[in-house]
């Protein structure tokens, strides 16, 4: 897949995923959300770019953290996320939230001119994450601080049999090295490869619930990076792809519904 063809499958598959992103993933991908946002340590009056921002989760509790004084960016490559996060900040009368469709690898901002870079749960669906990362490192002010987190390994990811069981059935890569960045220090490596200083790790295992089939199979397929391609499924191809995906998480199944193992990465570092 070219990098042009990988932005477009993002940008429309995460226009499909959006309305129903918050339903699937809210609770779930809240405590890497919230070992992010400590790790950024966010103070009063700070300017903040939250990168690949989706529906807003790290978005309004950061405009909370840096107040009136304050300004937040947010900025995604999808323009129905962008919305979604502009929706939440006017309806919480944070004025001083401004939500954008942007390019991650190339940021439509004045250099060093933000405190704290945030990339939550983004950097491994950009074409060129060295390129993404490096434009953080630009738009922060010296000492400024940048915060990214990924999905970790694939191998503490339960439900990563996703892909496959979709590649199968359009004959594309949804999500090229999907879990590459989550991968040893690969992350780290990275943020420092883009010029970035005293760089720390945290990794945190988590399950992921969903209580029946209905929520497990919404969120693997309507709610997440695969939304498009799904889209395209007819009847016969759906219930197929359901099945297989219960098959791969049957493992997970409880009496009280699924818990799916999951890892994320969180790597922080300062711009010197």
Same mark, same amino acid.
């Given at each position: 897949?070219?990098?042009?063809?990988?932005?477009? +499958?993002? @940008?429309?598959?995460?226009?499909?995923?959006?309305?129903?992103?918050?339903?699937?993933?809210?609770?779930?991908?809240?405590?890497?959300?919230?070992?992010?946002?400590?790790?950024? $340590?966010?103070?009063?009056?700070?300017?903040?770019? =939250?990168?690949?921002?989706?529906? &807003?989760?790290?978005?309004?509790?950061?405009?909370?953290?840096? &107040? /009136? =004084? &304050?300004? +937040?960016?947010?900025?995604?490559?999808? &323009?129905?996320?962008?919305?979604?996060?502009?929706?939440?900040?006017?309806?919480?009368?944070?004025?001083?939230?401004?939500?954008?469709?942007?390019?991650?690898?190339?940021l439509t901002? $004045?250099?060093?001119?933000?405190?704290?870079?945030? *990339?939550?749960?983004?950097?491994? #669906?950009?074409?060129?994450? #060295?390129?993404?990362?490096?434009?953080?490192?630009? !738009?922060?002010?010296?000492?400024?601080?940048?915060?990214?987190?990924?999905?970790?390994?694939?191998?503490? *990811?339960?439900?990563?049999e996703i892909?496959?069981?979709?590649?199968?059935?359009? $004959?594309?890569?949804? *999500? /090229?090295?999907?879990?590459?960045?989550?991968?040893?220090?690969?992350?780290?490596?990275?943020? @420092?490869?883009?010029?970035?200083?005293?760089?720390?790790?945290?990794?945190? $295992?988590?399950?992921?619930?969903?209580?029946?089939?209905?929520?497990?199979?919404?969120?693997?397929?309507?709610g997440g990076?695969?939304?498009?391609?799904?889209?395209?499924?007819?009847?016969?191809? @759906?219930?197929? !792809?359901?099945?297989?995906?219960?098959?791969?998480?049957?493992?997970?199944?409880?009496?009280?519904?699924?818990?799916?193992?999951?890892?994320?990465?969180?790597?922080?570092?300062?711009?010197?």
């Amino acid at each position: 897949m070219t990098p042009e063809l990988q932005r477009r +499958v993002q @940008r429309y598959g995460w226009d499909r995923a959006s309305d129903h992103y918050e339903q699937y993933w809210r609770e779930q991908l809240a405590p890497a959300q919230r070992l992010a946002l400590e790790a950024a $340590n966010l103070h009063r009056g700070d300017n903040v770019i =939250d990168v690949a921002c989706g529906t &807003g989760l790290v978005t309004l509790p950061a405009a909370d953290a840096v &107040g /009136p =004084d &304050g300004f +937040v960016l947010a900025t995604d490559i999808s &323009g129905r996320m962008v919305e979604h996060t502009q929706g939440g900040a006017d309806a919480a009368d944070f004025s001083w939230v401004y939500a954008q469709r942007m390019d991650a690898e190339s940021l439509t901002v $004045n250099d060093a001119d933000f405190d704290v870079a945030m *990339c939550v749960l983004g950097l491994m #669906y950009v074409p060129d994450p #060295y390129a993404a990362a490096s434009e953080m490192l630009r !738009a922060l002010k010296p000492g400024g601080r940048a915060v990214n987190a990924v999905w970790g390994a694939r191998k503490n *990811c339960g439900w990563a049999e996703i892909f496959p069981i979709v590649d199968a059935r359009v $004959n594309t890569d949804v *999500c /090229p090295l999907f879990f590459q960045l989550g991968t040893g220090d690969s992350l780290a490596r990275t943020m @420092r490869n883009a010029g970035f200083q005293d760089v720390e790790e945290r990794r945190i $295992n988590v399950d992921l619930y969903y209580p029946d089939e209905a929520s497990a199979i919404g969120a693997a397929f309507a709610g997440g990076p695969v939304a498009l391609a799904y889209a395209k499924f007819d009847d016969e191809t @759906r219930e197929s !792809a359901h099945d297989e995906y219960l098959q791969s998480i049957e493992p997970f199944r409880r009496a009280d519904g699924y818990h799916i193992p999951g890892e994320f990465v969180v790597v922080s570092g300062i711009r010197p």
